[in-house]
T-cell receptor
């Protein structure tokens, strides 16, 4: 099993450009998440999907949209990138929404917005 | 607002010594805590977790202690090895406050450096 995979690994955008970050998991998990990690900080939740067909905002959703394409895939879209969105983006998945459900993380996408 | 934080940003230990990484949390309603390890250029990796009805939980070379009285969480690594060098994050799930759901709040992280 590959676990959680993310593409691309690196991306440089100009202010105002758009892009979609892709995430897929092969663990048959119901829940998926998008986090951002800024230098010297912990991860902050952007959006999550408790189950296929549902999405909800996390702590920092402004400037982002998500799509739960199917059970395996959860994408994050930046419609008009801003320098403040320069960050490392992590996707994660878990079996469900219970408090004890472990979240498994992908390797991250390093995004720079000029 | 509620937050999870770490006391020390960097911890240097000698190989073979025990490491203790601390975390303070302010949300008394949190009922689930997790420690993650993040190596350079990689995503966080689950280490160990503990529920609020426990004081201590042991894994392989790692122990998590929870003191709910002072809202303190610690991660102990026995016989620290060079491969333990990484950033360690604590995270909490204030499950009741968030209306259920697996939403984690992460601390800022502690860099553990193992010296040979």
């Amino acid at each position: 099993n590959a676990g959680v995979t993310q593409t691309p690994k690196f991306q440089v955008l100009k202010t105002g450009q758009s892009m979609t970050l892709q995430c897929a998991q092969d663990m048959n998990h119901n829940s998926m998440y998008w986090y951002r990690q800024d230098p010297g900080m912990g991860l902050r939740l952007i959006y999550y999907s408790a189950s296929e067909g549902t999405t909800d905002k996390g702590e920092v959703p402004n400037g982002y949209n998500v799509s739960r394409l199917n059970k395996r895939e959860f994408s994050l879209r930046l419609e008009s990138a801003a320098p403040s969105q320069t960050s490392v983006y992590f996707c994660a998945s878990s079996g469900g929404q219970g408090a004890g459900e472990k979240q498994y993380f992908g390797p991250g996408t390093r995004l720079t917005v000029l | 607002g509620e937050s999870v934080g770490l006391h020390l940003p960097t911890l240097s230990v000698q190989e073979g010594d025990n490491s203790i990484i601390n975390c303070a949390y302010s949300n008394s309603a949190s009922d689930y805590f997790i420690w993650y390890k993040q190596e350079s250029g990689k995503g966080p990796q689950f280490i160990i977790d503990i529920r609020s009805n426990m004081d201590k939980r042991q894994g392989q070379r790692v122990t998590v202690l929870l003191n709910k009285t002072v809202k303190h969480l610690s991660l102990q690594i026995a016989a620290t090895q060079p491969g333990d060098s990484a950033v360690y994050f604590c995270a909490e799930n204030p499950w009741i406050l968030t209306g259920g759901g697996n939403k984690l709040t992460f601390g800022t992280g502690t860099q553990l450096k193992v010296e040979l």
